[in-house]
């Protein structure tokens, strides 16, 4: 069974030795705040126009192109359910974070986070960014999301209706391939199980700790604060509102 590292008891905060060091030396302000014109052609959704504005669902931390320089790109998604509170906001954020790999590195380069976005339509943005970094054979950006709910129904909206071809398959209980991942079934780079959500979440703290990866985004900094330790030593987002809620 794997060892669960750094566990600081029911309550503690998952991040903790970590919160410092990303916020005074990662953290930075993004080059460009906007959001996003989307245009229906015959292959699928795509970004039409970058519009600056401020509070926008896009920033980036590199300067906006027509057409970004070929390379490896990947793009994690994390999807909520899109429910929405009595003041209308989103009871969680969907979020997109695109990263380019570089040597043993991945920096980020661009992260939409909107909320109250149901599932189906926020594949058409998943679909829309992904087109907008390329690899030198012309794929889109490899995407990867969970396997809850909500993440279901926008991968099957991504790949089934909009076609978008570079996903990541996983098998699932029963040796099925299907697109997305499950927590239980997440292997490393070296193919070993994670086994559990506390320790994929161990990998992202081991990829900030030997600096393989940066967090610049204050908005993330800001949902790192809000993880802690539950009673059997797993992590969870204090404010999570339910099973179809991540």
Request: one cysteine or more; hydrophobic letters at 35%.
């Amino acid at each position: 069974q794997e060892l669960l590292l750094s566990y600081e008891g029911l309550g503690g905060s998952f991040y903790d030795a970590m919160l410092t060091r990303v916020k005074h030396e990662q953290v930075k302000e993004p080059l460009w705040t906007g959001n996003i014109k989307m245009n229906d052609t015959p292959q699928g959704p795509r970004v039409d126009q970058l519009v600056r504005q401020s509070p926008g669902f896009l920033k980036l931390w590199e300067p906006p192109q027509e057409q970004w320089p070929k390379g490896m790109y990947v793009m994690g998604i994390d999807v909520a359910s899109g429910s929405k509170n009595t003041e209308g906001r989103g009871a969680s954020n969907s979020v997109i974070v695109v990263g380019r790999i570089e040597g043993q590195k991945v920096v980020k380069i661009a992260q939409y986070m909107t909320h109250g976005l149901l599932p189906h339509l926020f594949a058409r943005v998943v679909c829309s960014l992904g087109w907008c970094f390329k690899a030198a054979n012309q794929m889109p950006t490899y995407a990867i999301w969970e396997k809850n709910g909500p993440g279901d129904i926008m991968g099957n909206v991504l790949t089934s209706t909009l076609n978008y071809p570079n996903v990541h398959w996983a098998l699932n209980a029963q040796g099925q391939a299907t697109p997305g991942f499950q927590m239980a079934t997440w292997r490393r780079g070296d193919g070993t199980l994670a086994g559990s959500k506390v320790n994929v979440f161990n990998e992202h703290k081991a990829w900030l700790e030997l600096g393989d990866y940066e967090e610049p985004s204050y908005d993330t900094y800001r949902e790192m604060e809000q993880y802690i330790y539950t009673q059997d030593g797993g992590a969870e987002h204090c404010g999570r509102r339910g099973s179809l809620d991540p």
